[in-house]
């Protein structure tokens, strides 16, 4: 039974609120095993289980509380415990730890970015002001800091893709640009699924080396290129299809307004755009807000938006045939055509 079910079921709390202001020492739990590299020590012991202190030792721990930190992941189900070693539970096993599967790459720049601005969410509601330390340009140029952020992207943009292929037959285009497409992981998996596609990344030039080597790992180098530029002081790639994902929640509204304007000049008549965010709609949908909320503490002024209101700036452009699709982790995907 995990904390958050353990306070519902507790006379004194039946509501759970206690679980819910401490929710921060489980996500903290879970980013700090994360950043330790936890599960993916466990999966290359000997049996794939350790004993605590062989594990504190792995991890170089301080003694003082390392065991309590096991326990606690084995509380909250992301290792097991049996005669007091430890392995990973199942979940752990197929997607926390490093490798093909690997899905703590956004966890790992949340870690980094996310949980220290969130700490500042009061300031931020207060002044509407970005609570997040550094800038974006200097941490491209950070090769460390920019692997963080393009695991992130990666982790964001990966499940989506069959939800794209879904809700958008692209069978009938042969280019394809992602505006934003960090280091073309969404571009090159939609290419790989579209054999008869080729495409290209259009984002700032730091991204470009990371493109490339990227293109080479999904198979795809080809295929796929890549455009340095500025969103709003470059011209866009023409293409038939268009993507612009994650982006348009960084801007304010009239930035966003101006970056669909130039996706209708970009594209070719009966070219499909496709844009996708965390957009809140009429029911309040928490992860959807979240993910607004995120923009807050990160960005001057960028922030969710109603998915009516995209589709709005889409006819207003010249678009037509807009459409709304679900998509997962909180995003809505809004489309429209290009008639001429």
Known sequence: MSAADQAT??????????????????AKLLLSALELGVFTVLDQTADREAGAEELRAALGL??????????????????????????????????????????GGFLEGANLVLYPAWGKLTQALRTGAPQAEGDFEAMLSDPAAQRVFLAMQDSLSAPLVPHLLD???????????????????????????????????????????????????????????????????????????????????????EERKQ???KAYKALRPGGTLLVYDPMPGDKPDLASLVASL????????????????????????GFTDTAQHALPLGNTLVTARKTA
């Open 167 to 253: 809700a958008v037959d692209l069978t009938g285009y042969t280019t394809l640009v992602d505006v934003g497409g960090a280091r073309g992981n969404l571009a090159g998996l939609l290419l790989r699924a579209c054999p008869q596609l080729t495409g290209r990344v259009f984002d700032r030039p730091q991204n470009a080396g990371p493109c490339a080597e990227h293109a080479e790992t999904l198979g795809v180098a080809g295929r796929l290129d890549f455009t340095g530029g500025d969103f709003f002081a470059d011209d866009l790639p023409e293409a038939d299809a268009m993507v612009i994902g994650h982006v348009l929640a960084d801007f304010s509204q």
């Open 62 to 103: 301080h003694p003082r509380a390392a065991a309590d930190f096991f326990d606690a992941l084995v509380a909250l189900g992301l290792l097991e415990r049996t005669s007091g070693r430890y392995r990973n539970s199942e979940a752990a096993r197929r997607r926390l730890v490093r490798g093909e599967d690997y899905a």
């Open 294 to 317: 995120h923009m807050l503490v990160m960005t001057p002024a960028g922030a969710g938006y109603h998915p009516g209101d995209c589709a709005q700036w889409m006819r207003v452009a």
């Open 259 to 261: 970056l669909i304007g």
């Open 9 to 26: 079921t507790d006379p004194k709390d039946p509501s759970g609120t206690a679980a819910l202001g401490l929710g921060f020492a489980s």
